[in-house]
């Protein structure tokens, strides 16, 4: 059977995608190739968490590995450590700044800024890091994570929600990456308060101790809690790289590469100024 390109792997899963959806079975599929992927990326962000007929998971997964291909992977050697840009700090060979998509990243594990709901972004095309991971593992993400989050209602209730700092980890899928780490960070609403850098630290924490008891050796982490839930960036960098620098001086040998996963030019300058 001939392969099919990259152009037929899109129009064939907008396709199917749409006759997968009661409300957007009808809907009329743009001719430009652009909107065809924002189409195709809405449909995947609102699926529920529901079995997929296997041949179509093979097309997702091969269209999407294309995607993160076309867009670049970016491996360990690829990015230098903080020591290499001239920083004195304890851990500066094991520590790294990198600006740009986490999506791209070949690591052990990258780290996801959840909800507590943990299935995903709902939002069609939302920018956020939670949309762009899952969009991008594919809809084999949300179904593992709804899985267990069934198995934690059944232990807990079904009313049962992820609290705040408590890591889960499932597999990357068509990401580059091993794994990924979700985490609900901590919201703010009037104000920083201890409690609320007690638990931003706690994410860091405990990500760490669940890359360590699971042998990842790598792991880039978002700026968590600093979008929606609106923790101040240059609180959370300094909670950030403290609580790294501690974890590591206890756990010494057991993270390879600890990677600050920045978005802006900002954020960037903020972790270097910090990372001197």
């Known amino acids: 059977m001939k392969e099919m390109t990259q152009k037929e792997r ?41 079995p997929l007929e296997e041949h179509v998971l093979e097309i997702q997964d091969e269209y999407l590995r294309e995607r993160i291909r076309e867009n670049g992977i970016v491996t360990l ?8 840009l001239g920083s004195c700090h304890a851990f500066a060979d094991r520590l790294s700044i990198w600006q740009g998509d986490i999506t791209r990243l070949a690591v052990d594990a990258i780290v996801n800024a959840a909800n507590a709901q943990m299935l995903g972004c709902f939002q069609p095309c939302h920018s956020c890091i939670d949309n ?18 069934r198995k934690l209602r059944r232990c807990y209730g ?8 408590v890591p889960m ?3 990357g899928y068509n990401l580059p990456a091993r794994k990924v780490v979700h985490i609900v960070g901590p919201i703010v609403y009037d104000g920083l308060t201890p409690e609320l850098e007690k638990e931003l630290a706690d994410c ?8 360590a008891e699971n042998g990842l050796r790598s792991v880039a982490f978002c700026s968590i809690s600093t ?7 240059e609180n959370a ?14 756990h010494d040998g057991q993270m390879d590469r600890v990677i600050f996963n920045v978005f802006s030019d900002k954020d960037r300058t903020i972790y270097e100024r910090y990372l001197q």
């Open 10 to 50: 899109l129009d064939y899963l907008v396709e199917e995608f749409k006759a997968d959806s009661v409300q957007y079975r009808d809907l009329e599929t743009p001719a430009d190739e652009e909107e065809k992927k924002r189409l195709l990326r809405s449909l995947m962000n609102i699926r529920m968490p529901r």
């Open 169 to 171: 980890l499932t597999d």
């Open 204 to 211: 860091y924490r405990s990500t760490l101790d669940l890359c």
């Open 158 to 165: 079904r009313d049962y929600e992820q609290p705040t700092a």
């Open 132 to 149: 762009c991971i899952h969009t991008f593992a594919g809809v084999q993400l949300r179904a593992e994570c709804d899985r267990q989050m």
């Open 77 to 84: 050697s690829d990015i230098p450590t903080i020591a290499d």
């Open 237 to 250: 960098s300094k909670i950030a790289i403290q609580t790294v620098t501690n974890w590591l001086t206890v």
């Open 227 to 233: 979008g929606v839930f609106r923790f101040p960036k």
